[in-house]
Nanobody
Framework: QVQLVESGGGLVQPGGSLRLSCVAS????????MGWYRQAPGKQRELVAG???????NYADSVKGRFTISRGNAKNTVYLQMNSLKPEDTAVYYC?????????WGQGTQVTVSS
């Protein structure tokens, strides 16, 4: 089993920045890709950004140029640097980690962008 713990969410003004972190722990699985999804009230969960074990990244069009995903040296940590935040970025952000056969999810961290 793999456990994921996110941190770094909070309240920020429009134009501000936040950095989300997610640490994976556990045994028995090799982590491949990791990434972030988000879910706003009344909306479906959507992909924000992903990163493979080799470092290839992909982003939702809505966050390109503003968000940057990266992984720690130990490869069990993923970060999401969010700049130029907009009110429409308000959502619960979920980290995921993929093994060969499973996708594990964190509990989510709230990001609120408001003046």
């Amino acid at each position: 089993q793999v456990q994921l713990v996110e941190s770094g969410g909070g309240l920020v003004q429009p134009g501000g920045s936040l950095r989300l972190s997610c640490v994976a722990s556990g045994s028995g699985f090799s982590i491949n890709a990791m990434g972030w999804y988000r879910q706003a009230p009344g909306k479906q969960r959507e992909l924000v950004a992903g990163i493979t074990s080799g470092g290839s990244t992909n982003y939702a069009d809505s966050v390109k140029g503003r968000f940057t995903i990266s992984r720690g040296n130990a490869k069990n940590t993923v970060y999401l640097q969010m700049n130029s935040l907009k009110p429409e970025d308000t959502a619960v952000y979920y980290c995921h980690a993929d093994s060969q056969h499973f996708r594990f999810w964190g509990q989510g961290t709230q990001v609120t962008v408001s003046s």
